[in-house]
């Protein structure tokens, strides 16, 4: 059964969005592409977890093992959450431990500075560095896991081959003691400056629990940070809960330089003018009454959707038939009131036609006058010819049109015609008046 | 007073100032500038008041061709006016260009060439033409709306003109103005000839044929001198669009080209278009001047969107016309409308005139009439075979009455009315 109630012209919904996804494809597409890109890249990215280097931790990324061989041997060993307190517990004969120096600010780097001891930078950032130890740069990073020591360096000697894992590498000026190179670019560098040594270590890994029984990563631990009797850990906390004065307790107005605050005010106040010369139109709008135009055929169109609508095959069927009646009644030769004429009224005009239309055409007498007068076999008001027998149901060449003759489905109700059982019956007799039409104007 | 892009843009370069010297003083100072250049511009910028506008050029322009048309502005200020001036007309108008850089020295006057493309017919207006008259720095500039009030009347186009030569080149073979074999048809005795083979024998004159001792024959021709009154139906059924244009716009068409064949022929044709009231006239118009006349009371035609009053209509037409005329009503045949309105009043109206009906079928019915496929579209083909039959059968029911009806698509309506008319002057039915 036809469930559809939208005609060929209007688009269908699943037409409606089939439109607006090859419209709108490109776009979805190039919006998929860069959130591939971005999980890709946020996925290549190493994610470093909060407790990553801290000497409490005893995941793999923390730093519990060493801190406890360092205790075992007899290193005193302080945690340090805060670089002022670093600072404050830093002094001669004391290693200090810098590690996660992406939390550092500023200031904490200032203190840092005025710290005495030796210094252990774990992964320094650039800041770090030039904070802690001018003269050494970053250089690219090497993801060449393992590295021999070459260089004089004992500690790094005494432990021998690394594994370093992704690590990286530093430009140190010249005369400072620089192991484990990569192409040229050393991963440790040691050297003497402002009365104290320095180290900077470019991987955090030999430091870690998980990675510090491999090669001679526990040696090189043991021997940088463990190379003072007294060791404080620095590992910045993330959040602070700020006492005065700190860099969290500021708003961000409080950051910007005054130039930048001066440029947004500068932008506000220029959308006035542009907003008054893109508002201010050049006259006013002119307007224009239009006539109303409706198509003609809209009620035609109005009353095919109300067939539809209510499945009236019944009426469809007399229009289509009177219709062809008209068409072909005039092309028989016949006078055109002879087309008005129906089976109840004028039998024998009906007879006539039905025979000359048979005549001219391939289909039999039944077919004729169920096709354009809707007449069934052994209607009262039309007698079939003898050689016809009616009711033998013999299957015309139509064959839709002769099934259901044959079913006995016209069943005689509206004043032109029986009425098709269905909307298939319908299409056929439309074929089957066009069939008519065409062989009679043929003929 | 209207502001310009210059100053935004300036505005915006001040915005970055700040970035380079951090001072709130240098900004204020800057935009203290710009205010300024504003002011001075607004002091300086050319006066719009002492604009004068005049206008030149078409005033009337057949529907789908190009009117040349010209604004003249005149500076009577003491100052240069430095502008831009926008002409605004009814969008319909399709004025080119909509917009014009104006500079005109003190005491001197410039010519802004216009051309108009108009896509409706009707009237179009000049609804006024503004001027922004720019200062000196082009910061700021002074902004007035002045009227130069104008009309483009925008005459019906006429398409079926091109039917004339043809149906003239018949209307002379009718009249026998043209060499032809057969002399002439019509009521009106011109002559007596011999008899040549192919004449019609009803034609004979015996009485000439006994004293002459010859065959003689009689010839006629057409009568002149008739009158035709075409009545325009502009109700709410001249406003339905077939293709893209409404049917009054083929109605008149199909008028047009009526009146220029019937001016020729030597009838007298009227014009009337009413739907509540007279829509417009055009009575006595002089031969020569019929055409021009009659597209002149047209070109302001708009459907109404009201039901035709067909008992005022007859009235409007039985107490203009007198003498025995054809009267020619361009509408729709609507079923519904003419049972109730002019069905009942024909009997009236055919005793003392010969009645003609124009109707403009839609296309689009028979299209829907032949579509097949899917049932959708076999109930279409029903609705439109059951209008079909409606308009067979209200024409059945004209002709009874003894008016003659013309139905046809607005491609062929204008050449069946003029062929329908040809035809009643052939019959003599005149």
């Known amino acids: ?443 | 007073m209207a502001l310009t892009g210059r100053l935004g843009l300036l505005a915006l370069v001040v915005a970055f100032v700040p970035l380079l010297v951090p001072s709130g003083a240098v900004l204020l100072g800057l935009w203290g500038l710009l205010l300024l250049g504003v002011v001075i511009d607004l002091c300086l910028a050319g006066n719009v008041r002492k604009l004068r506008f005049h206008r030149e050029g078409d005033t009337r322009v057949r529907l789908g061709e190009t009117a040349k048309a010209a604004l003249i502005v005149e500076n009577t200020g003491g100052r240069r006016v430095k502008a831009i001036l926008r002409d605004a007309w009814q969008p319909s108008a399709g004025v080119s260009p909509r917009r014009t850089r104006i500079n005109i020295p003190a005491g001197e006057r410039r010519r802004i060439d216009q051309t108009f493309t108009p896509t409706r017919r009707g009237d179009r207006k000049a609804v006024t033409v503004v001027v922004r008259s720019v200062g000196p720095l082009g910061l700021a500039a002074r902004q007035l709306s002045r009227s130069a009030p104008r009309t483009l009347r925008v005459l019906p186009a006429f398409p079926s003109r091109r039917h004339l030569p043809s149906r003239l080149a018949r209307l002379r073979e009718l009249t026998g103005l043209q060499a032809t074999m057969i002399r002439g048809q019509g009521t009106e005795f011109d002559s007596l000839r011999e008899y040549v083979v192919g004449d019609d024998v009803r034609s004979i004159d015996w009485r000439a044929t006994a004293r002459r001792g010859d065959v003689v024959v009689r010839t006629w021709r057409p009568e002149r001198d008739r009158r035709l009154y075409l009545v325009l139906d502009t109700g709410r059924t001249s406003a339905g669009r077939l293709g893209d244009i409404p049917r009054l716009d083929c109605s008149m068409d199909a008028a047009l080209l009526l009146a220029a064949l019937a001016s020729r022929a030597g009838d007298r044709v009227d014009l009337l278009a009413y739907d509540r009231t007279v829509r417009a006239r055009c009575e006595n118009a002089s031969r020569t001047g019929l055409l021009s006349e009659m597209v002149e009371a047209m070109a302001p035609l708009e459907p109404a969107l009201v039901e035709s009053d067909a008992a005022g209509m007859v009235s409007a037409v039985m107490s203009r016309v007198r003498r025995r005329s054809l009267i020619v009503l361009l509408t729709e045949l609507n079923p519904a409308a003419f049972e109730e309105g002019l069905l009942p009043l024909l009997p009236g109206l055919t005793a003392r005139h010969l009645v003609l009906i124009a109707a403009v079928s839609d296309p689009a019915v028979d299209e829907m009439a032949a579509a097949r496929g899917d049932i959708a579209a076999v109930y279409d083909a029903a609705a439109a075979e059951r209008a079909r039959a409606d308009r067979r059968r209200l024409t059945a029911e004209l002709r009874s009455f003894g008016v003659e009806v013309v139905d046809a698509p607005p491609d062929r309506i204008a050449p069946a009315l003029a062929d329908a008319y040809l035809a009643l002057k052939a019959a003599g039915r005149l």
């Not at chain 1, 059964?1 to 709108?24: F, I, K, L, N, Y």
């Not at chain 1, 990215?45 to 360092?70: F, M, N």
């Not at chain 1, 010249?174 to 484990?180: E, F």
Request: hydrophobic residues 40%.
């Open chain 1, 1 to 443: 059964m036809v469930t559809a109630v939208g005609t060929t012209a209007e688009p269908t919904a699943r037409q409606v969005a089939g439109r607006r996804w090859r419209s709108a494809r490109g776009i979805v597409l190039v919006l998929l592409c860069v959130v591939a890109v971005g999980v890709a890249l946020a996925a290549l990215k190493p994610s470093r977890h909060p407790d990553d280097l801290d000497p409490g931790s005893p995941r793999p990324g923390g730093t519990r093992a060493l801190v406890e061989i360092l205790k075992g041997r007899g290193v005193g060993v302080a945690v340090s959450r805060d670089a002022a307190d670093a600072a404050s517990k830093a002094g001669a004969g004391t290693m200090l431990v810098v590690t996660r120096t992406e939390r550092l600010t500023s200031s904490d780097l200032d203190r840092l500075r005025g710290s005495s001891g030796d210094l252990l930078l774990v992964e320094p950032g650039r800041e770090t560095l030039a904070a802690l130890a001018p003269g050494v740069e970053q250089d690219s990073p090497t993801f060449v896991i393992k590295a021999d020591p070459e260089c004089g360096l004992p500690a790094a000697t005494l432990a021998g081959t690394i594994a370093f894992g992704e690590s990286e590498t530093y430009t140190a000026p010249p005369g400072v003691t620089s192991c484990y190179r990569q192409s040229g670019s050393p991963r440790l560098v040691q050297y003497q400056t402002g009365g104290r040594t320095v180290t900077v270590l470019g991987a955090s890994r030999p430091l870690t629990n998980g990675h510090l029984t491999d090669e001679g990563n526990a040696a090189l631990a043991m021997n940088l940070v463990g190379a003072r009797s007294q060791v404080v850990w620095l590992i910045p906390d993330a959040h602070r809960d700020g006492s005065g004065g700190q860099a969290g307790d500021r708003t961000l107005s409080d950051l910007l330089p005054p130039g930048v605050k001066l440029f947004f005010l500068g932008l506000v106040v220029a959308v006035v003018p542009i907003a008054l010369w893109r508002g201010r139109r050049l006259g006013p709008v002119v307007t224009e009454v239009l006539p109303v135009v409706v198509r003609s055929a809209e009620t035609v169109t109005g009353r095919a959707r109300l067939y539809r609508a209510h499945r009236a095959r019944g009426r469809a069927a007399d229009a289509l038939r009177a219709g062809a009646r008209d068409r072909i009644v005039p092309l028989l030769g016949l006078p055109r009131t002879v087309a008005q004429a129906l089976p109840a009224q004028d039998p024998g005009a009906v007879r006539e036609v039905v025979a000359a239309v048979a005549a001219r055409s391939d289909h039999d007498e039944r077919t004729v006058a169920m096709a354009l007068y809707g007449l069934a076999p052994g209607e009262a008001s039309y007698h079939w010819p003898s050689g016809q027998p009616g009711a033998s149901g013999q299957p015309g060449p139509y064959g839709q049109a002769g099934a259901f003759a044959q079913a006995g489905e016209f069943a005689p109700t509206g004043p032109g015609g029986a009425e098709p059982a269905d909307d298939a019956g319908l299409l056929a007799l439309a074929d089957l008046l066009d069939d008519l039409e065409r062989q009679v104007r043929q003929s």
